[in-house]
């Protein structure tokens, strides 16, 4: 097959080798000047059997090495997938393994296919390649799921705050010296943010106005640049007050907006 038009490429369970893998996923991309993606969807049994050699050179650099033949031997218990039955190859295993420790996928298979380079061995952004694998994109931007870094905070979206919730936060606010706006990488990721909690906001509400209005809509009255410009202030329900005074749903949707931006605030400050 040789379309150039083609934007993506989909794998549907990982290929054999990784020959074949980087050659399905070279169907989308003909045209070097688009931008295009391959995907691979991975069987949760190969999943698992890369998770467990993970996991394993874990427990091998701390355990005596004797222990090691006896578990390398045995099989997975509880896979049914017919991946399990027969060994995966190990360079396709070492690609699900860089996933899930998020380690460029790039440069592994740089060094499969022995591609060499100013910048084979350099990680995505560090290379500069116009679009990251996905180890080095963001995880929060991952349509995939990229495993969530230790410590990230989950900021609650739907629930709707308790009088009480906003009673003991409220208390806790102190003079402090005023925080600083956002540095650019969280901006990008309260933009994310935001733009979800609008989606769901939008989506909680019972009108069929609601459920089909662009999410833009939610910001009506302020704007979504004027709320990242402002983000960091938002830290108390007054600032809230004060700051999106004109916005539509400042009464309906303040209280969960002040949760989520307190959260993510203490979370920008600690990064
Ligand atoms: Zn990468």
């Known amino acids: 097959m040789n379309v150039r038009i083609i934007t993506d ?21 003909r045209d070097l000047k688009m931008n295009a993606r391959g995907w691979t969807y991975v069987e949760p049994a190969v999943v698992a059997l890369a998770q467990e050699d993970i996991e394993e050179g874990a427990s091998q650099s701390q355990a005596p090495k ?17 991946k399990s039955k027969h060994v995966v190859d190990e360079k396709v295993k070492a690609i699900v393994k860089a996933h899930i420790q998020g380690l460029c996928i790039i440069v592994k298979l740089n060094r499969f296919l022995r591609n060499v380079g100013d910048t084979a061995h350099l990680p995505c952004e560090v290379a500069k390649r116009r679009l990251p694998c996905s180890s080095c994109e963001p995880f929060w931007n991952a349509p995939y799921p990229a495993p969530m870094p230790p410590g990230y905070v989950v900021v609650p979206i739907l629930e709707t705050p308790t009088a009480n919730d906003l009673d003991n936060k409220r208390q806790k606010i102190t003079t402090a010296p005023l925080p600083t706006p956002l540095v650019k990488k969280h901006r990008l990721h309260a933009e994310e943010m935001l733009k979800y909690f609008a989606e769901q906001r939008l989506l909680a509400k019972d009108t069929a106005h609601s459920h089909y209005a662009p999410v833009l809509d939610f910001w009506c009255g302020v704007n ?35 949760l989520l931006a307190e959260g993510l605030n203490a979370q920008y400050e600690a990064n």
């Open 224 to 258: 979504l640049q004027v709320v990242l410009d402002n983000f960091h202030l938002l830290c108390t329900r007054e600032t809230i007050n004060l700051v999106l005074g004109n916005w539509i749903y400042l009464e309906k949707d303040g209280d969960a907006l002040f």
């Open 9 to 29: 490429s989909i794998n549907l369970g990982i290929p054999d080798t990784i020959k074949v893998l980087v050659q399905q996923n070279g169907h989308a991309g």
């Open 66 to 82: 004797k222990n090691t033949k006896a578990t390398k031997n045995s099989t997975p218990q509880g896979l049914t997938n017919s």
